[in-house]
């Protein structure tokens, strides 16, 4: 009876974690980029080509530490290559988001992104009230989340010739109701539909 009682027990378990595995997947809002003249799209990448620049643009989902900056942002994997004898300079100001109304979000420094997620209350740290191993375990989840952030961020300023930068950009988040997207790169749209 116990061996059969935890084996049992061992697959309802591993069917509750499938279960809810399902249930965030099918939460999630994916949009997928649209083709259109000029636009390179592979799954869920597009690819732009402006003279010697190539973009390449995906919506993608935050998964990492910290989990909750998926409820603040908007979140898009970016590379920029570089193919001239010249540097090439990005800013925040050469990207932006329409969503189907046009209205615009611009990109959020990475920074700023950091100091909203370090504010977590996950992440305060009560010297008086809270055991040294609780604190520890805090201080380490701090580090992992500056970590994350700042490792896969889009590193803005110039790109030397013949090279190229990628990493994630920030905007806002979006309204759970918007059914399209418009993605700007240097006053190129690219658009990107909803499909969950």
Known sequence: MNKSFKR?????????????????TACATKFLPVQAPGLIVSDDIAIYKENDIVLTVAEQMWVKEPQYLSDHYSTFWVKVQNNTDTAYKISPSSFALLDEDRNQVDVQDYEYVLDIMMQNEELYIDRFLMSAQTQQQILQKRALVQRNIMLDSFAFGEIL??????????FPKVKG????????????????????
Not at 10 to 22: K, N
Not at 161 to 170: F, L
């Open 161 to 170: 010739p013949r090279a190229s930068k990628q990493g994630v950009i920030y």
């Open 8 to 24: 049992y027990s061992r697959q309802f378990l591993c069917c509750l974690y499938i279960a809810i595995a399902l249930l965030f």
């Open 177 to 196: 109701s918007v059914k399209q997207l418009i993605f700007v790169f240097n006053n190129k749209e690219i658009t990107f539909q909803r499909i969950k």
